[in-house]
């Protein structure tokens, strides 16, 4: 048998042998389908007040992430954004919105060597969802200016092609490929468990509990 070569250990890492795009995509195809189906603003005939409990769902989300041990600029980008449109939201509607409460955990999925690419990978997928939903619910959500979906506007698909470049470029191998697939599960999964704490209303979809 032929000895195994030591490796070097100034060689660059091993470039991995599928596209980090596809390996994201691949790891949370299945919980986005669930997703896709069963939020606030999925239901038939979805108005105002179902826009305001989705982002109420989402920003009891981000906050969760954040407590579980996520960081990053983008996380706070995003609590920021859903900060404001809430208010905008209560405001304009004369009404509360609902409050998401799950007990957070520290997660060390969220905080591995690369998971910082695959929460990127959900938010920046969300912003670019967010574009197709714009378009589709704008005329059923008057008075609400939809200012969190349309996030970038017209600037919305560069940005999501600006992503995946550096995306490419910081997944150069497979452990870090592996944690950034594995946080974009995670957050995935926290987002089913704030749904299942967000109470449903006539004709909105509830999703199978997990675990």
């Known amino acids: 048998m032929t000895p195994a070569p030591i490796a070097d250990p100034s060689s660059p890492p091993t470039a991995p042998a599928i596209d ?17 189906t069963g939020l606030p603003i999925a239901r038939e005939g979805a108005g105002p007040d179902d826009y305001m409990r989705h982002l109420a ?47 957070a955990v520290p997660d060390a999925a969220l905080t591995a060597d690369g998971a910082d690419w695959g929460l990127a990978y959900v938010l920046e997928g969300s912003r670019l969802g967010g574009q197709v939903l714009h378009k589709r619910l704008a005329p059923a959500m008057v008075p609400l200016p939809l200012t969190y979906l349309r996030g970038a506007g017209a600037g919305t698909g560069p940005r999501w092609k600006q992503f995946v470049a550096e995306l490419k470029e910081a997944l150069t ?22 749904h299942e704490a967000l109470p449903t209303v006539q004709g909105e979809s509830a999703f199978r509990p997990l675990g």
């Open 20 to 36: 980090p795009l596809q390996r994201l995509r691949a790891a949370t195809s299945a919980l986005h389908a669930r997703l896709d």
């Open 57 to 103: 769902l989402l920003r009891g989300w981000v906050g969760l992430l954040q407590q579980s041990g996520a960081a990053s600029r983008r996380l706070d980008d995003e609590r920021d954004a859903l900060d404001a449109e809430l208010a905008d939201c209560q405001r304009l509607l004369g009404q509360p919105a609902p409050r998401v409460e799950v007990r």
């Open 173 to 194: 191998n497979e452990a870090r490929m592996d944690a950034a697939a594995a946080a974009a599960r995670h957050a995935f999964e926290l987002l089913l468990r704030c």
